[in-house]
């Protein structure tokens, strides 16, 4: 099993990314005009590409238990993390359109992309990051429904419509390929250009989450709030890890899926929240408080949590 320091080396370089974004940005070469359509292109097309190369040929996910346990395990639990989180906010004093729903959205996300892919593909290797992305569908639905009602009170058809993108597609695609045996007969040339966009994935999404952040970091008194800051850490870093490590620990499934667990169970609030909350009426600033702080406290208890949760499960 890795050590503290070796687990802590391994997420320096995820970090090492996102203060380099927000740097870019603040050198004026990676502009606010320019977000939009690299965030769209990250999303629709190389996100994509980095599920259909990792879940091609991916033998675990032969296993019909991780292609049906996976995606349910990731909607219940961020399901029932934004439920713990509005309890909690509730015990916190938040209100109803003072960030309470915003508080309990931005908690029950957790990071299930960009921290969680370079730390599984490090410790683990490829097949168990398929497994990761196949368990991000049921985190997207949570999302778009679950989610979704919670901030705003949107129906849920118009939530169920958000499941209806690039990646969902990439991934279908891939799992019918991967199952059906016919990925060598894709072209070579194809499967180069795959990869090659599948590496850009995530180093350009951590640089854009950095650059992101840096409207917020120039107001430092805002980017604390006492109940919110505390709060979201004692939640998200706290109590719900003990709960994704029960499941792990007690959950029958394949162990690439009890890898996904105890990974996520370390993860401090995801970032999309933020972009989330601004255009469904919520209270950004909440949402930025709770990815802040979760994610500054992360640096130092994600390796913390990753040792105990692997020691514990026996992983």
């Known amino acids: 099993m890795p050590s503290y320091w070796q687990l802590l080396l391994l997420i320096l370089p995820v970090?090492?990314?996102?203060?380099?974004?927000?740097?870019?940005?603040?050198?004026?070469?990676?502009?606010?005009e320019a977000d939009e359509s690299l965030l769209k292109m990250v999303v629709n097309f190389l996100y994509p590409c980095l599920i259909f190369d990792s879940v091609l040929g991916n033998a675990a996910l032969r296993d019909p238990a991780n292609l049906v346990l996976a995606p349910l395990v990731g909607f219940v639990t961020m399901a029932a993390g934004i439920g713990v989180a509005y309890y909690g906010g509730t015990l916190l004093g938040l209100k109803t359109g003072k960030g309470l729903r915003t508080f309990a959205f931005a908690v029950g996300i957790y990071n299930y992309g960009y921290i969680p892919i370079p730390l599984m593909t490090g410790l683990f290797g490829p097949e168990s990051?398929?497994?990761?992305?196949?368990?991000?569908?049921?985190?997207?639905?949570?999302?778009?429904?679950?989610?979704?009602?919670?901030?705003?009170?949107?129906?849920?058809?118009?939530?169920?419509?958000?499941?209806?993108?690039?990646?969902?597609?990439?991934?279908?695609?891939?799992?019918a390929f991967n199952t059906l045996g016919l990925g060598s007969k894709l072209p070579a040339v194809v499967m180069d250009v795959v990869r090659l966009s599948a590496a850009c994935a995530i180093p350009l999404g951590l640089m854009l989450i950095g650059a992101t952040l840096v409207e917020y970091l120039g107001r430092p008194r805002e980017l604390v709030?006492?109940?919110v800051t505390l709060g979201s850490n004692a939640l998200r870093?706290?109590?719900?890890?003990i709960a994704f490590l029960l499941l792990a620990k007690f959950l029958p499934?394949?162990?690439?899926?009890?890898?996904?667990?105890?990974?996520?169970?370390?993860?401090?609030?995801?970032?999309?929240?933020?972009?989330?909350?601004?255009?469904?009426?919520?209270?950004?600033?909440?949402?930025?408080?709770?990815?802040?702080?979760?994610?500054?406290?992360?640096?130092?208890?994600?390796p913390l949590w990753l040792r105990v949760g692997f020691a514990w499960v026996g992983l």
Request: aromatic share 4%; net charge positive; glycine share 10%.
């Open 15 to 32: 970090f090492a990314l996102i203060g380099i974004g927000a740097a870019l940005r603040r050198a004026r070469w990676l502009n606010q």
């Open 225 to 227: 709030d006492a109940r």
């Open 129 to 175: 990051v398929g497994v990761l992305l196949v368990h991000n569908v049921g985190c997207e639905a949570a999302i778009w429904t679950v989610g979704i009602l919670v901030l705003a009170g949107v129906p849920l058809r118009e939530g169920w419509r958000k499941l209806l993108n690039p990646p969902v597609f990439a991934l279908l695609a891939a799992v």
């Open 253 to 302: 499934c394949p162990v690439d899926l009890k890898r996904v667990i105890v990974m996520q169970a370390a993860m401090p609030a995801g970032i999309l929240p933020i972009v989330i909350a601004r255009h469904y009426g919520g209270q950004p600033l909440t949402a930025v408080q709770v990815v802040v702080g979760t994610t500054l406290v992360g640096l130092v208890a994600i």
């Open 237 to 241: 870093l706290g109590l719900l890890p």
